[in-house]
């Protein structure tokens, strides 16, 4: 490795958040910036912002371009890998499609790598190198959180398939006969039944069904049901909440039995926001997927919790470019 590039940089672009962080080639944090301003700009504003806050940070940290291995982006959406280019995605207000996002963000950057990846593709690179991924030859990172996906490593690659779009568990059919449309224009898809971004059409089902709300949700504040006041629903004994978290638990479980049935991995780790919700969702989770396995499980695939913290995003972001080494 040239000695003048010593450092990584990650890129974790979100509807909510966007974070810039420099990382040491072992996965140290050194500094991050982070802006929540960046969601209603057009996709070359966005590429602006981007460059702009980089340059922030590397004055900051008194290294200039020459000293990154490269920069690692994340993103939450269909990414063709190959090509650096964001085919859509939904979690901005401007739309995203069919956007040369490598290129454009090369004018900044010339001599300087640059990998674009889906948001769990990163993630799951980031448990394989420094996480509760470490060690294993074929695991599955799995993010339950405003949407569900998933990233596949298998001999120390990340499975892709041919455009760049495996791993997108949140899309597979789980009920066909399902009335929740998903954002990807199909009915039953497990992101619909189970993600934050669906909590208030589940609530909204069970208020039409005869149930009443213990935490004041109603019809009118519907919109306001979120993975905090699911939470606080299951602490409070609200019933909606504790049909809820027993429903969308055993999703996620029969989701993770499909991944088993489809690449029988060594390991399955579980992260993002709706993995907050305690022990009992855990539980529940691996209770139902055990139920489903009957004979079939002949050596046991374990199911873990996330080790990374916080800055999951931006070091699995970075560590995208350790992937071909």
């Known amino acids: 490795m040239d000695m003048d590039k010593i450092l990584l940089c990650g890129v974790d672009l979100g509807g909510t958040k966007l974070s810039i962080g420099l990382f040491s080639i072992d996965g140290n944090l050194i500094g991050k910036e982070i802006v929540y301003n960046h969601n209603d700009k057009n996709p070359d504003e966005l590429i602006k912002i981007i460059a702009d806050l980089i340059m922030v ?50 004018a900044y950057f010339s001599d300087v790598k640059i990998v674009l990846d889906n948001d769990a593709n990163a993630q799951a690179f980031d448990e394989y190198k420094y996480g509760a991924g470490k060690g294993y030859n074929s695991m599955v990172f799995m993010t339950v959180s405003t949407g569900i996906g998933a990233g596949i490593v298998l001999n120390g690659k990340l499975l892709r398939g041919r455009s760049g779009t495996a791993g997108e568990i949140g899309h597979s059919i789980i009920d066909v006969n ?17 993600s934050g971004l669906f909590l208030p059409q589940l609530y909204l089902q069970k208020l039409d069904s005869g149930m009443e709300s213990e935490i004041n949700i109603t019809k009118a504040n519907i919109n306001d049901f979120n993975g905090q006041l699911f939470k606080k629903g299951i602490s409070e004994k609200d019933p909606v909440s504790l049909i809820l978290l027993k429903e969308t638990s055993d999703r996620i479980g029969v989701g993770i039995f499909n991944i088993f049935q489809f690449l029988n ?21 691996k209770t139902k997927f055990r139920s489903l396995t009957h004979e079939m499980m002949v050596e046991e695939m374990e199911i873990k919790l996330t080790k990374i913290g916080e800055d999951a995003g931006l070091l699995g972001a970075a560590s995208l470019l350790l992937e071909e080494e």
Do not use: Q
Not at 68 to 92: D, E, M, P, Q
Not at 180 to 193: K, W
Not at 269 to 280: A, D, P, Q, T, V
């Open 57 to 106: 940070l590397l004055k900051k940290n008194n290294v200039t371009a020459r000293h990154l291995s490269g920069i690692g982006v994340g993103l939450a959406g269909h990414i063709l890998y190959r090509k650096g280019i964001v085919i859509t995605t939904s979690n901005f207000s401007e739309v995203i499609r069919d956007y040369p996002f490598v290129r454009k963000l090369s």
């Open 178 to 194: 399902s009335r929740i449309r998903c954002t990807c224009g199909n009915y039953g898809c497990l992101m619909s039944l189970s």
């Open 265 to 285: 991995p060594e390991i399955v780790i579980l992260g993002g926001g709706m993995m907050k919700l305690g022990n009992e969702y855990l539980k529940r989770i």
